[in-house]
């Protein structure tokens, strides 16, 4: 009989039983890098896995191994620990399977085969270790599982190497990888100016393989997270969640000129970032602004998903791989949280007319926001507003924007309190315009009456039908309903046509209206 590995696969049998498989239970996937050493335990949505543990421990495996050929004692040393403890917790935890994944500084020391051996042998773990195309590749399948459409570039950023990947449809094209790591380049003889050449020839090789001019260049990689933390604060940008932050290339050549003008301790001390990984800032600068230059994309836009939710990506069906991580995200959470699971596609079905000419893209916000209208209900009511942005722009989701992720936060909270004036949330909020703050206001407010009207199908016991041109609301009960209808719901109907800026007319159904499907 072949071994199991031959069977499966690198990574082992697949995690998901079936193309059904709607959640994943404490999945681990251990990422041994050139600078740190991370394990995530994944659990929640399958399609959308939630992050359950996340440790990281700054290694620096690579630091050195330009220079000897060889992984750096004291990293091996406390690689060894780290993996030590990263399996335990994952036998505590019952976290099954166990995935670990080697990149740059094990591939390519000489000592690296018989570390590996080491690590197995100590903690009864089975390491594969990828080459560089392969680490490409499972970086640009973790992009997909934030972005489901990604098209342009990845460029994933290591210790030791940087990967380049083109992505369009679901699928992964040309792959390169490159020795340009900042922790690679620290050991580049003849100073700076030696750096920059060596950077810049290489990455022209890799612009003229890769090819140039996608509209979007995905960054992969903490160097470049840190980076675009260091952005957020030379502009003051009032959301501090970095997964789908977009910059321009102009942003990029201003904030390396930030870098370079700023000392280190003072990055450190408005940033947050710790001392290994911003020693190596300066030189993560000096690649992604040579990368920026020479690929020409229009943005840049960081993702927090790389190589650990890409071994996911691998394992998923197809069926699995076209679903919405939003909605799956959502539905998963309504599921956990909610006083009652389901009925956030009741409501979503009551509110629709409200919305039917905002395309699909709106929809898709209002079908998650009536997902996750409820989840927050154990906050104490006079925060449950603030809860409820929270969730919605500090949570772990993908397939969102900044600018959706917010409109979602602000309907959330209006869903429990009418105004937003004079919140904590307000500098936030200024994402948005006063078009899209209105829009969120009308969406919390239809939730907001929805869910009071009726507490179980609320289309089986009326109907909203919206006029826009005419601005005129009207809803229409079903005899079993006008009981409903009285003092309280009234006012939440008519605060929702304040919203909506529409005179009202509440008319009798002669029939009973057919539950939604």
């Known amino acids: 009989m072949a071994p199991v590995k031959d069977e499966f696969g690198p990574y082992g049998k ?25 394990l995530v335990v994944f659990d929640g949505a399958a399609r959308s896995p939630a992050y359950f543990f996340n440790e990281k421990v700054m290694a620096g495996l690579g630091q050195g191994t330009g220079e000897t050929g060889r992984l750096n004692p004291e990293g091996k040393a406390r690689g060894l620990a780290t993996l030590r403890r990263f399996a335990h917790l994952a036998r505590d935890m019952k976290a099954g399977p166990v995935i670990c994944v080697a990149t740059a500084a094990m591939r390519d020391a000489e000592d690296g085969p018989a570390y590996r051996a080491e690590l197995e ?59 340009l790591g900042p922790l690679r380049l620290q050991s580049v003889k003849g ?28 960054l992969v990689g903490g160097s470049w997270r840190a980076i675009a933390r260091i952005d957020m604060e030379r502009r003051g940008y009032p959301l501090n969640v970095l997964h789908e932050y977009r910059m321009t290339p102009t942003d990029v050549r201003e904030t390396v000129k930030y870098i370079d003008a700023t000392g280190i301790d003072t990055l450190r001390a408005q ?18 602004r040579e990368v920026t230059r020479a690929l020409k994309p229009r943005e840049l836009a960081i993702s927090s998903y790389g190589i650990r939710e890409g071994v996911l990506w691998d394992q998923m069906p197809q069926e699995l791989r076209e679903r919405d991580p939003l909605i799956e995200a959502c539905r998963f959470m309504e599921q956990k949280d909610a006083r009652q699971p389901g009925f956030g596609r009741a409501l979503f079905h009551f509110i629709e007319p409200l919305f039917k000419g905002d395309g699909t893209k709106r929809l898709r916000i209002v079908r998650a926001a009536c997902l996750l209208h409820d989840v927050n209900w154990r906050a104490h009511p006079d925060y449950r507003h603030e809860a409820c942005f929270d969730s919605a722009t500090r949570a772990n989701l993908g397939g969102l924007t900044h600018r959706e992720r917010v409109f979602l936060g602000l309907a959330l909270l209006h869903r429990y309190k009418g105004s937003r004036e004079g919140t904590r949330l307000m500098e936030t909020v200024s994402i948005l315009d006063e078009t899209e703050r209105a829009e969120a206001e009308v969406l919390g407010r ?48 008519n605060a929702l046509s304040d919203a909506l800026g529409a005179q009202t007319q509440v008319k009798r159904l002669r029939r009973r209206a057919e539950a939604a499907g």
Not at 271 to 288: K, Q, S
């Open 271 to 288: 940033t947050g970032i710790g001392e290994a990984r911003m020693a190596l800032i300066p030189l993560a600068g000096l690649v992604l």
């Open 121 to 179: 042998a100590a903690t009864g773990l089975r390491i594969e270790v990828v080459d560089g195309c392969e680490e490409a590749r499972l970086s640009a399948q973790g992009v997909f599982v934030g972005w489901p459409g990604a098209k342009g570039v990845v460029c994933d950023i290591g210790g030791s190497s940087m990967e380049l990947a083109r992505v369009s449809d679901g699928q992964v094209g040309e792959r390169v990888t490159s020795p």
């Open 446 to 493: 239809a939730m907001r009456f929805g869910a009071m009207f009726s507490s179980a199908a609320p289309i089986s016991k009326g109907e909203l039908r919206w006029f826009p041109k005419k601005r005129v609301l009207e809803l229409w009960l079903t005899d079993e309903a006008q009981d409903l209808f009285t003092e309280v719901a009234e006012a939440r109907f």
């Open 191 to 218: 100073g700076r100016k030696a750096v920059k050449a060596l950077v810049r020839a290489t990455v022209a090789e890799l612009a003229q393989r890769i090819g140039v001019g996608e509209k979007r260049l995905f």
């Open 14 to 38: 697949p995690i998901f039983d079936s193309p059904t498989a709607r959640s994943v239970s404490r999945v681990a996937v251990i990422d041994i890098g050139s600078n740190s050493i991370r």
